[in-house]
């Protein structure tokens, strides 16, 4: 089994399929976007389908896929049937902005995908312009519509962005009251291609459970999994829930079972790492199955405390990866 030194059991992989987008994220990478990297350095399917096995043969129950944007990448869809043959996985969820993902959902839901997280941080369109640097909210809309209407439980990724969308919080809430899904808030993250932005209000944790209690009465927390990355709520009588998620703040470190894999093979321990090792390099130079799950058990040994440790271990000067390459 895959155990760190502190004791916490790893059973949930991260996997970026691609580094490739359709959006410009501004809180993802800079506005001028980010050279990506040859095809021939990216894992193929087969390497990817391999890693998965070997590590759910030794405690890895659950996958995210993830990218840049998964279904980005020409036979996306055929890695998606691959992978429901690993009975090993009791869960495969994807990372999606949406824009692709339209004509899909009903293979989706024959795969017995768990959950789509769609990313949708403004519910106006000229917000969604100046964010996501695309025009693409109707379409987007659209298809969280259609997520509602299916079989797929939906989690809708909100990026809380100081000076740019902290005022549809409630707002965002609110759609939870007749529509059953869950709405999750994340901290904006220093991951954009330039390092951690000047703000003007630091909208954490805290603040953004005030801003919503500000708002609504008989609000009650929801027991989740240890391992969980959202702190979850529920307004009384509303269908959905909300979530919010810690990501800069790091208060969930300490029962972490998360690890990653980008689209080129990097193994990172923590999200605030530079990386570990290149799996993809091991791989081809011949190894074997041992060989990679002996490599898995020896570098999760070494995953840190927490977010704090592994970003004052880093050998650059802070942190300014772009989401966008190491995988949402």
Same mark, same amino acid.
């Given at each position: 089994?895959?155990?760190?030194?502190?004791?916490?059991?790893?059973?949930?992989?991260?996997?970026?399929?691609?580094?490739?987008?359709?959006?410009?994220?501004?809180?993802?990478?800079?506005?001028? #976007?980010?050279?990506?990297?040859? *095809? /021939? !350095?990216?894992?193929? =399917?087969?390497? $990817?389908?391999?890693?998965?096995?070997? %590590?759910?043969?030794?405690?890895?129950?659950?996958?995210?896929?993830? #990218?840049?944007?998964?279904?980005? *990448? /020409? !036979?996306?869809?055929? =890695?998606?049937? $691959?992978?429901?043959?690993?009975?090993? %996985?009791?869960?495969?969820?994807?990372?999606?902005?949406?824009?692709?993902?339209?004509?899909?959902?009903?293979?989706?839901?024959?795969?017995?995908?768990?959950?789509?997280?769609?990313?949708?941080?403004? %519910?106006?369109?000229?917000?969604?312009?100046?964010?996501?640097?695309?025009?693409?909210?109707?379409?987007?809309?659209?298809?969280?519509?259609?997520?509602?209407?299916?079989?797929?439980?939906?989690?809708?990724?909100?990026?809380?962005?100081?000076?740019?969308?902290?005022?549809?919080?409630?707002?965002?809430?609110?759609?939870?009251?007749?529509?059953?899904?869950?709405?999750?808030?994340?901290?904006?993250?220093?991951?954009?291609?330039?390092?951690?932005?000047?703000?003007?209000?630091?909208?954490?944790?805290?603040?953004?459970?005030?801003?919503?209690?500000?708002?609504?009465?008989?609000?009650?927390?929801?027991?989740?999994?240890?391992?969980?990355?959202?702190?979850?709520?529920?307004?009384?009588?509303?269908?959905?829930?909300?979530?919010?998620?810690?990501?800069?703040?790091?208060?969930?470190?300490?029962?972490?079972?998360?690890?990653?894999?980008?689209?080129?093979?990097?193994?990172?321990?923590?999200?605030?790492?530079?990386?570990?090792?290149?799996?993809?390099?091991?791989?081809?130079?011949?190894?074997?199955?041992?060989?990679?799950?002996?490599?898995?058990?020896?570098?999760?040994?070494?995953?840190?405390?927490?977010?704090?440790?592994?970003?004052?271990?880093?050998?650059?000067?802070?942190?300014?990866?772009?989401?966008?390459?190491?995988?949402?």
């Amino acid at each position: 089994m895959l155990v760190d030194s502190f004791g916490r059991k790893i059973t949930y992989l991260r996997l970026a399929v691609t580094d490739r987008c359709n959006l410009r994220c501004q809180y993802c990478m800079p506005a001028e #976007g980010i050279k990506i990297v040859e *095809r /021939k !350095d990216l894992l193929t =399917f087969k390497e $990817m389908y391999r890693i998965t096995r070997v %590590l759910s043969e030794l405690g890895v129950n659950k996958i995210r896929l993830t #990218g840049g944007e998964p279904f980005v *990448r /020409k !036979d996306f869809i055929s =890695f998606l049937d $691959m992978l429901s043959f690993n009975d090993k %996985l009791d869960e495969i969820n994807i990372t999606t902005n949406g824009a692709l993902i339209a004509p899909h959902i009903p293979k989706l839901e024959q795969l017995n995908i768990k959950n789509i997280n769609l990313s949708l941080d403004t %519910l106006r369109a000229d917000r969604f312009l100046k964010i996501k640097r695309r025009n693409l909210f109707h379409e987007t809309y659209k298809v969280f519509e259609n997520l509602l209407e299916s079989s797929l439980n939906l989690k809708l990724n909100v990026v809380v962005q100081s000076g740019f969308n902290t005022d549809e919080i409630v707002d965002f809430v609110s759609l939870t009251k007749d529509k059953n899904f869950e709405v999750r808030f994340i901290e904006e993250m220093p991951f954009n291609g330039s390092g951690q932005r000047d703000m003007q209000e630091n909208w954490d944790f805290t603040k953004i459970l005030a801003e919503v209690q500000n708002s609504f009465e008989n609000i009650n927390a929801i027991a989740t999994k240890k391992s969980a990355t959202a702190k979850k709520f529920q307004v009384k009588n509303f269908k959905g829930t909300f979530g919010i998620i810690p990501a800069f703040t790091r208060t969930i470190c300490n029962d972490c079972n998360r690890i990653r894999i980008t689209a080129t093979g990097m193994f990172k321990n923590c999200l605030f790492d530079e990386g570990v090792f290149n799996i993809r390099d091991f791989i081809r130079q011949g190894a074997s199955d041992e060989q990679l799950k002996n490599l898995f058990i020896n570098t999760v040994q070494k995953k840190p405390k927490n977010g704090f440790i592994a970003e004052a271990n880093r050998l650059s000067n802070g942190v300014s990866e772009s989401m966008w390459t190491i995988g949402g």
